[in-house]
């Protein structure tokens, strides 16, 4: 079944070293989404493109860019990470329009060190 | 707003017993209404949605009916099974709004 795929699946750095993160989405989807779910599993929206086109950008530090290559495609960027940046860092996908689900990816789960 | 608030976790019951974890949202709009469901290692995945007003909608023996008047979408299972442990989160998405806002997510574990 075509799902969202994120890469890596587990991310160990130290502080101040830049990461990457990549997701890609093989359901049709016009819209990507990045979530930070911290450790009591709280979600929280920070990134959103659609049709390549940020649309939202929740306040998230400057060391976090989001990058789209195609509507198919957002990966997530930190230049700088720091130790609150440890979580887990969710992809997801969906149609626009109110009604349409939302499917996310498996995480990335990042620990910094 | 478009807030959701939903049952404080963690919840813990005995394999048997019934489940009623609390969702409630702000009326801005008329949302579509979602429960979401996270087992150990993956991501949320849907168990259902219900995108109209006094609907209901159910999956796996989970339901939940879209109550306007009280602005509420409680979920419920009559008989909670082990493999029910997962973290479940009440969520919803205006019309016309690309933005899903989530409730904080409840913890629930199912003993044996």
């Known amino acids: 079944e075509t799902a969202v795929f994120q890469t890596p699946n587990y991310h160990v750095t130290q502080v101040g070293n830049e990461v990457s993160f990549n997701c890609k989405q093989t359901l049709g989807h016009d819209t990507m989404y990045w979530y930070k779910q911290d450790s009591k599993k709280l979600l929280k929206i920070m990134f959103s493109?659609?049709?390549?086109?940020?649309?939202v950008n929740e306040t998230v530090p400057r060391r976090f860019s989001p990058q789209s290559s195609d509507k198919a495609h957002l990966n997530l960027r930190i230049k700088s990470v720091e130790p609150e940046d440890s979580a887990v860092y969710l992809c997801a996908s969906s149609l626009q329009g109110g009604q349409n689900t939302l499917y996310f990816g498996a995480g990335t789960r990042l620990s910094v060190l | 707003g478009d807030s959701v608030t939903q049952t404080e976790g963690p919840v813990t019951l005995s394999e048997g017993t019934s489940l009623t974890v609390n969702c409630s949202y702000e009326?801005?709009?008329?949302?579509?209404l979602f429960w979401y469901v996270q087992y150990p290692g993956e991501g949320p995945q849907l168990l259902f949605k219900?995108?109209?007003?006094?609907e209901k909608g159910s999956n796996r023996g989970f339901e939940a009916t879209y109550n306007k008047e009280a602005t509420s979408f409680h979920l419920q299972k009559a008989s909670v099974q082990e493999s029910d442990s997962a973290v479940y989160y009440c969520a919803r998405r205006n019309t016309g709004n690309y933005k899903y806002v989530f409730g904080a997510g409840t913890r629930l574990k199912v003993i044996a």
């Open positions: 219900v995108p109209k007003a006094n």
């Open positions: 009326t801005k709009q008329y949302p579509t």
């Open positions: 493109y659609n049709n390549k086109q940020l649309i």
